[in-house]
Structures are given as structure tokens and as C-alpha cells.
């Protein structure tokens, strides 16, 4: 089967979006490619097609911290569209196509759909509030802490009752998300899995009982 079409990805987009990306230009990103770096001026969004977009933050020194890792039917760049500084890069976790939309362009669509103003002001408030949440678990959760919140939000419910995890985190992704060490989350991870609590499939899923409240 062959793989679809750029319009078949707008296509497949719900409404909200649909008619926005149909206004932008569509581009195709490799693996690796950052589409945004943090601090510089910038007046597009992009509407994700295809592919996953990592959002995040690095010092000088190569370390991350990670805000969050964005599929298709999601949208990212919106923070700057008052036009300060990108509040963080942005780099295609794997190939991925969007749909880019400038600043005018937008303008433009929320003249002819005065209710997508209020879609693009609730993404605000959201993505303010997991900021927020965020920042309240570094600073109040121990690693462990971060470590359960992060497994917890990402497993999705089975029909035999127990819950899987299928995005394939790497220990260095999961430090990344979470704000400690890879050193830190090999040691954890492993003593999950020693007391039956997480179980890693070859294929890189992991199935999660039940975990403790502390460790």
C-alpha cells in the first residue's frame, strides 16, 4: 500500500484544523531536523500531518529537558505568535510532514472562523497549565515521583486489565522527560522490573502494575 498523499494527511485532519492546514504550505521534515530553536524569532505554526515532533530544551552541555512529544491532529509553535523569542526548540523524532502556517496566514483563518480563536486560546491555557504541573512535580516529587507520573499518564488501559505503555522510551528519553539522570532512571527502571512492576517487551512496549507509592 502506498503511502498517502499530502492532501489524503490534511484530509484526515478533524475539522478544527482541517481548514486551517489546507491554507498553509506542506512540508516534509527527515528525522533529526529541528524545525524550531529556542530564542529565535519566529512567526509560523505547525500543523503535524504525519511523524512525531519532540518539544524541548537543552544547555550548553547537550543536557534536555523535554516538554512533551507531539503527533498528528496536534499543533505546535502558537507561543510565539505574539512575536517574542520561541520558548523551546522543536526537532522531528522521526520523518514527519506538516502543514505550515504563518502568522498572517492565521490571522487570516481566524477572520473567516472567529471560533478557532477560541480552540487556539485553549491550547494556550493547557499547554500553561502542563507547564505548571510540571514545574509543581520538580519541585515537590522526588525522581521516583516524576518517574510514576510519567509512566501513568503514558499507559492506556487492556482488556485483560492490565495497562501498556507502547511509545518505545530509551532510559536516556524517559531522564530527558522527567529531569534527572539516565543513571538515575537505569537504576529504577531496573529495580521496577526486578519486583514485577514494569515488564519490557522485545518490540520496546512495557506492560505496568500497579506501582508503588514511594521507593
Not at 498523499?5 to 485532519?13: G, I, K, P, Q, Y
Not at 496536534?74 to 505550515?100: H, N, T
Not at 472562523?113 to 509543581?136: D, M, W, Y
Request: aromatic share 4%; hydrophobic share 40%; with cysteine.
Amino acid at each position: 500500500m502506498s503511502p498517502p498523499t499530502d492532501r489524503e494527511l490534511v484530509d484526515a485532519l478533524p475539522e478544527p484544523l482541517r481548514q486551517l492546514a489546507q491554507r498553509g504550505e506542506v512540508k516534509h521534515f527527515r528525522k533529526q531536523q529541528r524545525l524550531i530553536e529556542e530564542g529565535t524569532q519566529g512567526d509560523t505554526l505547525f500543523v503535524i500531518l504525519a511523524g512525531r515532533l519532540r518539544a524541548y530544551s537543552a544547555d550548553e552541555r547537550g543536557r534536555e529537558i523535554v516538554y512533551g512529544i507531539h503527533g498528528p491532529g496536534e499543533y505546535l509553535g502558537e507561543m510565539s505568535l505574539d512575536g517574542g523569542p520561541r520558548s523551546a526548540s522543536v526537532m522531528a523524532e522521526e520523518p514527519a510532514v506538516c502543514a505550515v502556517i504563518t502568522r498572517h496566514t492565521l490571522l487570516q483563518h481566524i477572520a473567516a472562523h472567529p471560533g478557532f480563536a477560541l480552540e487556539l486560546i485553549g491550547r494556550v491555557i493547557r499547554r500553561a497549565r502542563l507547564a505548571t504541573q510540571s514545574a509543581r512535580d520538580m519541585a515537590l516529587l522526588d525522581a521516583y515521583g516524576r518517574v510514576v507520573r510519567l509512566l501513568e499518564s503514558l499507559a492506556e488501559a487492556q482488556p485483560d486489565g492490565s495497562r501498556r505503555i507502547s511509545e518505545r522510551l530509551t532510559h536516556a528519553e524517559i531522564a530527558a522527560r522527567v529531569g534527572c539522570s539516565r543513571e538515575m532512571i537505569s537504576r529504577l527502571m531496573k529495580d521496577l522490573e526486578r519486583g514485577g512492576y514494569v515488564q519490557t517487551a522485545a518490540d520496546g512496549s512495557r506492560t505496568i502494575q500497579a506501582l508503588p507509592a514511594h521507593w
